[in-house]
């Protein structure tokens, strides 16, 4: 099932969104008809964030200890504290906070994937990927 805004909360983890999905599109289309201050709108849209991401948590992590924010939300503490409203006991920090700036963690996340691919080192992520057994994942192109 391609997980369109509709029906986020019913596709299975692994699973992310972003301005593919959520965008001034999707925002025009649900507020048309809609008289609200830009405040309230930000607002609804700070706690949709938190509710789905801590629905998500409770889910599908419900003994989790901490959540652990990275990207552009790590540094809005409104969404910080509904988070940590909504996240049933979980501590919730910025990831900073464990030692990996913010806006670095998709970066370090490749340059690991790429570490590992130069070391032939096969990983079973068959869950993410579908692949029947662990894989040497990424190719290398020389010039």
């Known amino acids: 099932m391609r997980c ?5 909360s019913r596709c299975p983890p692994p699973k992310s969104t972003g ?3 959520f965008n001034a ?3 025009e289309v649900h507020l048309l008809g809609v008289s609200a201050r830009a405040e309230d709108v930000q607002a609804t849209l700070a706690e949709f964030t938190a509710a789905a991401c801590a629905n998500d ?3 599908h992590a419900p003994d989790a200890t901490e959540l652990v ?3 552009g939300g790590a540094f809005n503490r409104h969404l910080l504290h509904r988070l940590a409203a909504r996240a ?3 501590r919730v920090l910025p990831s900073n906070e464990r030692g990996l ?5 998709e970066g370090c996340a490749f340059a690991w994937l790429a570490r590992e691919f130069m070391r032939r080192e096969a990983l079973a992520l068959g869950s993410i990927t579908g692949a029947r057994g662990a894989r040497v994942l990424g190719a290398h192109y020389p010039r």
């Open 101 to 105: 700036p913010p806006t670095q963690v």
């Open 19 to 21: 301005r593919d999905l």
């Open 88 to 90: 049933s006991g979980a």
């Open 57 to 59: 948590l409770n889910r």
């Open 25 to 27: 599109a999707w925002l």
């Open 4 to 8: 369109l805004p509709s029906r986020i």
């Open 69 to 71: 924010v990275c990207g």
